[in-house]
């Protein structure tokens, strides 16, 4: 039984070592592939919550709006119609922000893995086309996250005001307090409609990137 054991062993290391290279290749290029479709849904779910965002926003303006109408009879009501969408505005914008740092980190990942691994082609033309293709994508990234930054500070302008209004007509909504300071509502819906011209831009960069990502028969075309 010894001498059994003892004449396989170096069978069964040669096939357990085969194996475990054969693992991790394999497991190497599966993980790339996933980390390109994780940046692609990380880039999808931004831009459902920009889509929300665009919704939320239009909401607040409608409820400004009401503030501000001489007709309305029962302003209790519409302030706090107003003030329930500026929180849901509020805490979406908490989680588009948090998606839109989950896109950036898996799009640094995406790509500083990409980088590591250009040099690794022995073929000089596959070696300069991956190299390009990952410029280009790393560029049309980019753009995403440069029109993001701008929705950020748009984003917090915005939310911003509409809180003060909200913390201000709380103290205040009387006829006199509505009139001192529906002045500033139309530059405050001016805000809203240039946070969603920046949202729009932050879609198109999405819209070109999930283009040049989208694979063969993925379903994913875009319109």
Not at 1 to 29: A, D, E, N
Not at 70 to 76: A, C, G, H, T, Y
Not at 128 to 134: A, K, N
Request: net charge negative; with cysteine; aromatic share 6%.
């Amino acid at each position: 039984m010894k001498s059994f054991k003892s004449s396989r062993s170096p069978f069964v290391i040669c096939i357990t070592i085969i194996g475990l290279i054969f693992i991790g290749f394999y497991g190497c290029q599966t993980s790339n592939v996933d980390r390109a479709e994780r940046t692609t849904t990380s880039m999808q779910t931004l831009n459902e919550d920009l889509n929300t965002m665009i919704d939320h926003i239009d909401q607040v303006e409608a409820s400004l709006n009401n503030l501000t109408n001489p007709q309305q009879e029962n302003i209790r009501q519409v302030y706090e119609e107003y003030s329930s969408r500026v929180e849901e505005m509020e805490s979406h914008g908490e989680r588009l922000i948090t998606h839109a740092d989950e896109m950036n980190e898996q799009g640094d990942e995406y790509f500083s893995e990409w980088e590591q691994q250009d040099g690794s082609y022995t073929n000089p033309q596959i070696q300069r086309l991956s190299q390009e293709r990952r410029r280009e994508l790393r560029s049309t990234y980019s753009e995403i996250i440069e029109a993001n930054n701008e929705v950020r500070q748009d984003l917090r302008r915005y939310i911003s005001d509409t809180e003060e209004i909200q913390d201000f007509l709380s103290h205040d909504l009387s006829t006199r307090g509505i009139e001192s300071i529906s002045s500033l509502i139309p530059e405050v819906i001016d805000d809203g409609e240039q946070l969603k011209a920046s949202i729009n831009r932050v879609q198109y960069s999405i819209d070109v990137a999930l283009s040049e990502m989208e694979r063969p028969g993925s379903g994913q075309e875009q319109e």
